[in-house]
């Protein structure tokens, strides 16, 4: 690895530098490199099998990797920290099928999630602070859902459902939202929708996209990381990335 590469472990946010990882013979994750700026807007696209989904799980400690470094905010060595400890540190993951509580309200989605070390009973009878209140009205705005406040979440459509979903991680005020094929099963509004939104929450939070959907990487206008066999193959600007004739080859091309 580069010198300009191993100088930025302290800087960056999340740091993953010669990470291998093997199932039973194959090689999912192949000596990867990968880094995450504070506050950084990041997409991360290739194959089926380029090993998106395990490189996820490293990050949150679902996986542990054979070899490597995987380091968070330049001290924790994430390769001792399983998914709850990840999630305590401030790493969220939207995960690509929405999950939220259908039969209450989304305004009880978003205080369930602000209140997420709290028991659900505790947390509805209780009466909202108003330093809640002014947090709810913020994400209620921020994934516009103001309308449907009071509106059972499993009367939302597909694209509103995964939005709370990142409202519900929003509350609790991750560093690094990890975010998997958002767009998958929206419509063409939904998924610009979606695009504006993740550009939103990015600044505040560190966000990691991993994404099929071309029109939707484009409309994110933000660095691109293209994986292959565990690999990275290409990085830099889409247009960068769409001009790199392995990638056409391997994946765009198809
Ligand atoms: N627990 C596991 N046991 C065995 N093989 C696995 C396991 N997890 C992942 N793999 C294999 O590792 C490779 C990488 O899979 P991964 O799901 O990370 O790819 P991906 O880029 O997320 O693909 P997709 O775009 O299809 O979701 C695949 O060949 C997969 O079959």
Not at 18 to 44: C, M, Q, W, Y
Not at 123 to 133: D, G
Request: charged share 25%.
């Amino acid at each position: 690895m580069s010198p300009s590469f191993s100088g930025r472990a302290t800087s960056a946010l999340l740091y993953i530098d010669g990470v291998s990882k093997t199932f039973d013979g194959f090689r999912a994750i192949n000596s990867l490199s990968f880094i995450v700026d504070p506050g950084e807007l990041h997409a991360v696209i290739g194959p089926n099998g380029a090993g998106k989904t395990t490189m996820m799980d490293i990050i949150t400690g679902k996986t542990r990797p054979d070899a490597g470094t995987v380091l968070w905010d330049g001290r924790v060595d994430l390769t001792h920290v399983d998914e709850a400890g990840s999630a305590r540190l401030g790493i969220g993951r939207k995960f690509q099928k929405p999950t939220v509580f259908e039969t209450h309200t989304v305004e009880d989605n978003l205080l369930l999630a602000l209140n997420a070390d709290r028991g659900v009973f505790a947390t509805l009878m209780a009466r909202l602070t108003s330093a809640q209140a002014t947090r709810i009205d913020e994400l209620l705005a921020l994934v516009r859902l103001e309308d449907r406040r009071h509106d059972l979440a499993g009367g939302l459509s597909h694209g509103q459902k995964q939005w709370l979903e990142i409202g519900m991680l929003l509350a609790q005020d991750p560093k690094l939202l990890l975010v998997d094929e958002p767009a998958a099963g929206m419509t063409d509004e939904e998924t610009m929708r979606t695009a504006q939104l993740l550009r939103a929450i990015a600044g505040d939070h560190a966000v990691v996209v991993v994404e099929h959907d071309m029109e939707f990487v484009k409309a994110l206008d933000c660095r691109v990381t293209v994986l292959h066999q565990g690999t990275v193959l290409a990085d830099g600007s889409l247009a960068h990335v769409s001009a790199v004739p392995e990638v056409i080859d391997v994946y765009l091309g198809r």
